[in-house]
């Protein structure tokens, strides 16, 4: 089996989130958080069975926690988050997706929130999810993908052109949402759905 490609440095991540965190600038895009936040607890409103044991990964500053503890049948939640300060902050445990800290078969919903588009191995991941989750269970995550920063893109990819006549990739790939959909059927069992949702900036608060 061959190794992916390693994308991301997972402790500088965590380190930044951290730094973002304490200097009071993570609360400045937290509205993609609520925005994912908002979308989940919607497409879940219309789930009509309970999950008494549920996993939440990315748990930021502890805004996912406080969105779904006590809702749709949650008994126990387990909080994860890669950012030792923030994870500390919002009694969270220190885990991420890949590799999964669950047993197998051990929960019943699994929330992956903006997780997926920074690792290595989405598909590992999901496949790990899977067996993590009992046989009726559920998964659901929201993450970057499609256009995502284009203008950020661009504007890196002119001035780098530019000043060094050459060009490195400075923003992770990212998938769109038909690959999306063709990836979940390897990796996820039963059904599957994949949507897309177009997220205006704001102006930071400061």
């Given at each position: 089996?061959?190794?992916?490609?390693?994308?991301?440095?997972?402790?500088?991540?965590?380190?930044?989130?951290?730094?973002?965190?304490r200097a009071g600038l993570f609360s400045e895009a937290a509205y993609l958080h609520d925005e994912a936040i908002s979308t989940m607890i919607d497409r879940l409103s219309v789930v009509t069975r309970a999950f008494p044991d549920a996993a939440l990964f990315g748990a930021a500053d502890g805004r996912y926690r406080a969105a779904f503890e006590g809702r749709f049948g949650i008994e126990r939640l387990r909080a994860f988050e890669t950012a030792p300060a923030m994870?500390?902050?919002?009694?969270?445990?220190?885990?991420?997706?890949?590799?999964?800290?669950?047993?197998?078969?051990?929960?019943?919903?699994?929330?992956?929130?903006l997780e997926l588009h920074t690792i290595d191995d989405p598909v590992g991941a999901l496949i790990q999810a899977r067996r993590a989750l009992r046989p009726d269970g559920l998964f659901i995550g929201c993450l970057f993908g499609g256009d995502s920063l284009w203008e950020l893109r661009?504007?890196?990819t002119a001035a780098e052109a530019e000043v060094s006549g050459g060009l490195r990739p400075r923003v992770a790939p990212m998938t769109d949402i038909r690959s999306a959909g063709a990836l979940l059927p390897q990796a996820v069992a039963a059904e599957q759905t994949a949507d897309e949702q177009p997220v205006r900036p704001q102006r930071p608060t400061r």
């Open positions: 089996m061959s190794t992916p490609p390693q994308l991301f440095d997972r402790r500088a991540r965590a380190q930044r989130r951290d730094r973002a965190w994870a500390r902050a919002c009694g969270a445990e220190a885990g991420d997706l890949d590799p999964t800290p669950l047993l197998e078969s051990s929960a019943d919903l699994i929330v992956a929130g661009e504007a890196l």
